[in-house]
């Protein structure tokens, strides 16, 4: 009896696929045997480390899911976020870094199931007889055939990698998302800053010609004698003072422009459409939830716990990596000679490969440690990232608070300094004191009018600044644009 023969249980004409499910039962025992790694990562308690159980200025209501810019009731802001989630060349480089992370997770799953291969090879001889003859006969020599192997996963060295790759995508899409927390952000950054600034060269312009109206009837009053010249010179002051601040505020909103239009993946200099005038409103507080929200709303803080737990898995592979490894390989292959015979006289190959590692001069010991320290440095990670996302929401709070009482008092300072400029004026026209008053108060009143303007964008971008602190839950609920569906259609 062939070893054909015995084989296939002493039936010598059964068909080749059935001698394959042989090798293939073998491997799927054995896999079936040693499922269950002995090196699963242990889940460390309390990685998150200690977080308060509230904030300290407001309540426990739960976080709203919806996009934060659709509170401050601007059409335009809502488009250019959504200009910018689609056309940002930050999130398409994120959208890339995913892609490359799914593929390697690919990768490391690739190993989990057996690899198979076809090769084959042909050459043609002629002896020296033949050439010296003429003679057009020759040798031909054919083999085609499958290669086969898999590695048995005994101590879960396979699986540990490719958990790990997994996790490592994961993290990548929450990284995906941190991309567009921050875009989302910036875009509002950079939308509120451009109507301040236009804002303040509406009043700047406004003051320039106060006090070029200003200028004509204090120099009407030079000529008739009824001042002095130094109270020209020191109007005239004020009045280019005021003009040197406009090229000022002109170039810092075109910087601005640009810097908007590249966020939004556009040319410097494109025409983003921007008409609105006013500052937008701001309501009260949004729902902030619990400190312990963050650990699902914050995309940064789970792209960390999910490093963590990669840098785990990698700990787990790296320790099964120090023992014995068997990979099987099996092939089949038959040739020219064996064309007519092909169910009954091909060649059949099994072997079980058994590698131990005995003296590596400590490379595999030594990646064990540095996985271990892998470990511990995501760890402290995660936790500096929760408490650092923590803290991002009290200063935001507590900033927007005392902004909110700096601006009242902004505003009582600015009644009381043009109540003086209107009485020093007065006692000017009356002749009952000089223009040194009046020019003091003139200044005071026009730095605080533009302090104020200044003062309500700081209070908007720390509310913009609170909304980036709590996190993308609004993500939940966001689609990816249209232009991206090719990318993360998968998701």
């Known amino acids: 009896m062939s070893a054909f023969e015995r084989l296939n249980g002493g039936e010598p004409g059964l068909p080749m696929k059935f001698s394959w499910r042989y090798p293939f039962f073998l491997i799927a025992g054995i896999s079936v045997l040693f499922a269950c790694s002995p090196f699963k990562p242990s889940v460390m308690p309390d990685a998150a ?24 009731g601007s059409p335009e802001l809502t488009r250019l976020i959504n200009d910018a989630l689609s056309g940002s060349f930050s999130l398409k480089e994120a959208w890339a870094r995913l892609n490359q992370a799914r593929a390697l997770a690919v990768q490391a799953g690739a190993a989990v199931y057996p690899e198979l291969g076809a090769t084959g090879s042909a050459d043609y001889s002629r002896s020296r007889s033949d050439l010296t003859a003429g003679s057009s006969e020759g040798d031909e020599n054919y ?19 490719r958990e ?10 929450s990284d995906l ?17 451009i109507i301040s600034q236009r804002l303040q060269k509406q009043l700047l312009e406004k003051q320039l010609q106060n006090n070029l109206t200003i200028l004509e009837l204090i120099e009407l009053r030079f000529r008739k004698a009824m001042v002095s010249a130094l109270d020209v010179y020191q109007q005239k002051q004020a009045v280019e003072r005021v003009r040197a601040q406009i090229p000022l505020v002109e170039a810092e909103t075109q910087l601005l422009m640009h810097e908007l239009a590249v966020l939004l993946g ?7 459409g921007l008409l609105q005038k006013e500052m937008p409103a701001i309501g009260p507080f949004p729902a902030v939830g619990l400190p ?20 785990q898995w990698q700990v787990s592979a790296a320790r099964a990596n120090r023992l014995p490894a068997l990979r099987l390989t ?15 006289t091909w060649l059949l190959s099994l072997a079980a490969d058994l590698t131990a590692p005995i003296f590596d001069g400590g490379r595999r010991a030594a990646e064990v440690d540095r996985t271990r320290a892998l470990v511990d440095e995501n760890l402290w990670v995660y936790r500096r ?31 009381t300094a043009q109540k003086g400029l209107d009485e020093a004026i007065g006692r000017y026209r009356n002749g009952l004191s000089d223009y040194l008053p009046v020019i003091t108060q003139l200044l005071s009143f026009q730095d605080l009018e533009r302090n104020l303007i200044v003062q309500q964008e700081q209070l908007i971008r720390y509310r913009i600044g609170l909304y980036r602190a709590l996190g993308g839950g609004w993500l939940a609920e966001t689609e990816y644009p249209e232009a991206m569906v090719g990318v993360v259609d998968h998701e």
């Open 143 to 161: 083999a085609v055939g499958l290669v086969s192997s898999y590695e048995i996963d005994l101590w879960g060295r396979v699986r540990s990698q």
């Open 164 to 173: 790990s790759a997994l996790l490592d995508a994961d993290a990548s899409r």
């Open 385 to 415: 990232t929760v408490l650092t996302a923590v803290k991002e929401v009290e200063d935001a709070m507590v900033s927007e608070i005392r902004q909110r009482e700096h601006i009242e008092g902004l505003k009582a300072v600015n009644a």
């Open 49 to 72: 480390g200690e977080i308060p159980d509230t904030y300290a200025l407001y309540g426990e209501e739960s976080d709203d899911l919806s996009p934060w810019w659709e509170s401050v």
């Open 292 to 311: 312990a929200d963050l650990l699902a709303n914050r995309p940064d803080v789970r792209a960390a716990g999910v490093r963590l737990q990669s840098a």
């Open 330 to 344: 099996a092939d089949a292959q038959y040739g020219r000679s064996d064309l007519d015979l092909l169910f009954d």
């Open 266 to 272: 556009r040319p410097p200099r494109a025409d983003l």
């Open 177 to 193: 998302h941190t991309a567009m927390v921050t875009i989302a952000g910036e875009v509002a950054d950079r939308w509120v800053r």
